[in-house]
């Protein structure tokens, strides 16, 4: 049953995010990463996610190094903690199609040489769609790619994200990233990035059953490759495959799964990132009530 619960009232207008809770939410980099950082700052947050490109293009801008320096400076200056860069929905590393693949790796290389500008921090990519080579085959050119592009990222750590299950996706199951993780010499520079609209929508019940999700990740991934969570509430009912986020609070996981989530011993040290369907406002608004949700 979809839950009704409303936002929670913070107890002030905006609160700023502590420094052990990492909260923030998808931003926009058109106008420079140090005027990205001060929306994040206006806010109350302290960590954010932004596309690496255009999501649905190809090129990238070039990056103006006096603005990368002011923006690491002023991180540094008040001791932020990672951020997520996103690549953008046109990278496919598992597509039939050979010129898809190349055009993805090619994304990939760069995006990876790019993010040494801002050692330390995260790429987040969807693993990919086999659209008809087979989930194995698809699961081969990943890797295989991952293993060409990844000694290009000495100080960045590559997420693969957890999926819905629409259509010919590869990573709707624990098993499915298990298979793409599982045996590449990376070790810890490879890792998870928890969607909660995706996994609900996969069939994972994190409204009833949140120990036994991280219990199964555990045993099938390890908790310790769990390095970022994004926090989106789902339109559609457990199990539906569809990936359709919503506003927090006004899907089927609802407020309490949330607070669940951000509290959780397991979880509660990572980045955690909202993709939800909203402005500026509406996102100032989730990032206090989750603030105000937050256990000391």
């Not at 002011?70 to 010129?99: C, D, I, K, M, W």
């Not at 986020?245 to 509290?263: K, V």
């Amino acid at each position: 049953m979809k839950r009704t619960d409303t936002m929670p009232q913070p107890g002030t207008a905006r609160r700023s995010a502590r420094e052990d809770f990492l909260i923030g939410c998808h931003l926009s980099s058109s106008k420079g990463f140090l005027s990205l950082q001060q929306t994040m700052e206006s806010l109350g947050a302290n960590t954010f996610q932004y596309f690496s490109r255009n999501p649905r293009g190809s090129r990238q801008k070039k990056l103006d190094l006096r603005d990368r320096d002011a923006f690491l400076s002023r991180r540094q200056a008040l001791g932020h903690g990672p951020f997520v860069a996103h690549a953008p929905y046109t990278l496919n590393l598992a597509s039939a199609s050979e010129a898809v693949r190349s055009f993805g790796r090619q994304v990939l290389f760069e995006d990876l040489r790019r993010m040494e500008e801002f050692p330390g921090n995260f790429y987040n990519l969807h693993p990919g769609s086999h659209v008809g080579a087979g989930l194995q085959q698809g699961i081969h050119w990943i890797r295989e790619a991952l293993c060409d592009a990844l000694p290009e990222a000495q100080n960045t750590i590559v997420l693969l994200e957890t999926m819905a299950g629409q259509g010919t996706q590869i990573g709707r199951s624990f098993e499915e990233l298990a298979a793409i993780l599982n045996d590449l010499p990376y070790g810890q520079r490879l890792g998870v990035c928890l969607d909660t609209c995706h996994v609900h929508d996969a069939g994972y019940d994190l409204v009833s059953d949140l120990e036994g999700v991280l219990e199964t990740f555990d045993r099938i991934i390890g908790l310790s490759r769990l390095r970022a969570i994004h926090l989106n509430d789902s339109q559609n009912p457990l199990g539906s495959k569809k990936d359709r986020h919503a506003a927090l609070g006004e899907g089927f996981l609802g407020w309490g799964s949330f607070e669940r989530i951000i509290n959780h011993p397991a979880l509660r040290s990572l980045p955690f990132l909202l993709e939800t369907p909203n402005n500026l406002s509406g996102y100032a608004k989730e990032i206090a009530a989750l603030i105000d949700r937050r256990t000391p």
